[in-house]
């Protein structure tokens, strides 16, 4: 896949008016923090495309980008830990499970795990959840470059053994860009 386009589409606080034009989602969750903007920023090429910040949470909608005009990757809020109240936490937590269990047009969903803490109980329960929603979800291990090579070694057999059900698992960095050629590859099996 190559990405020639990326623009900012929408942003939604709830389920109601997101896109119907049928094109197909590529969707990225992961806990808070974990660098979600930051992928989406190295993946399309465009800084500043998704807004990065180093407090956890601030992501609190359902972000869409269009890719090429015929796709969108969609930012979805972190989940786990984040500088705010519990009824707002839980607020994004009904957003988010809403979304991935009714919208009929994922394609795809990217579960984003920070490779330095793999094996988290709430990456591995969204694992579940995906799988009882029946969504094919692939893994990326970011934050990659910040580790040692044994502990990459370490975290590639923690997540390996975790995610039994993920259709790939790419290791990558935002700073470098390690991982991006694959992981667009991997993303192209679902939009044909």
């Known amino acids: 896949m190559n990405i020639t386009t990326a623009d900012f589409f929408c942003s939604y606080s709830s389920l109601n008016g997101l896109p119907s034009d049928g094109r197909p989602e590529i969707v990225f969750v992961g806990r808070s923090n974990v660098g979600k903007s930051s992928l989406?920023?190295?993946l399309c090429a465009r800084k500043g495309l998704a807004k990065t910040s180093s407090t956890p949470g601030k992501t609190?909608?359902?972000n869409y980008f269009i890719?090429?005009?015929n796709l969108y990757f969609v930012d979805l809020p972190g989940y786990g830990y984040a500088k705010v109240g519990q009824g707002e936490r839980e607020s994004w937590g009904k957003l988010l499970t809403g979304y991935i269990q009714k919208r009929g047009e994922i394609a795809l969903v990217v579960l984003l795990v920070?490779?330095?803490h793999p094996g988290m109980a709430s990456d591995l329960e969204m694992m579940e959840f995906l799988d009882y929603c029946g969504r094919p979800f692939g893994i990326v291990l970011t934050k990659w470059d910040k580790l040692k090579?044994?502990?990459k070694s370490k975290a590639s057999r923690t997540?390996?053994?975790c995610a039994p059900n993920a259709r790939f698992i790419v290791n990558y960095s935002s700073l470098s860009?390690?991982?991006?050629?694959r992981l667009l590859a991997s993303i192209d099996t679902?939009?044909?």
């Open 40 to 42: 989406l920023n190295s």
């Open 60 to 62: 609190r909608l359902i």
């Open 67 to 69: 890719i090429n005009d």
């Open 114 to 116: 920070d490779s330095r």
């Open 149 to 151: 090579q044994a502990e």
């Open 159 to 161: 997540i390996e053994s």
């Open 177 to 181: 860009g390690s991982g991006r050629d």
């Open 190 to 192: 679902f939009t044909q």
